[in-house]
């Protein structure tokens, strides 16, 4: 299964979890999977269809443009990685 690596604004949803493993074979899979665990999670990280405005996704050591449909496999690592701000 996917391990979902939770950024620390997010673990009070999760118990205090860092990491966790759900079923999925999209990142929309995998957001779903973690929203039956973790009810509130997914507002967190979607509107609507797509991934929360300032917030990418990487999958493994990639990041990737296809959001919630980007793909994938059983032993990948999900990265939710809020935008950060600075000047």
């Known amino acids: 299964m996917p391990i979902v690596f939770i950024p620390t604004p997010w673990r009070d949803l999760t ?8 079923e999925g074979r999209t990142v929309g899979e995998v ?7 973790f009810p509130g999670i997914q ?5 609507g269809d797509s991934l929360a405005p300032g917030l990418q996704v990487a999958i493994g050591d990639a990041m990737t443009t296809r959001g919630l449909r980007a ?3 059983p032993e990948s690592e999900v990265h939710f990685l809020p935008a950060i701000g600075g000047g």
Request: glycine fraction near 8%.
């Open 71 to 73: 793909s994938v496999q």
């Open 15 to 22: 118990g205090g979890l860092a990491r966790v493993e759900v």
């Open 43 to 47: 507002q967190r990280l979607c509107r």
């Open 31 to 37: 957001v779903e999977a973690l929203e039956h665990r």
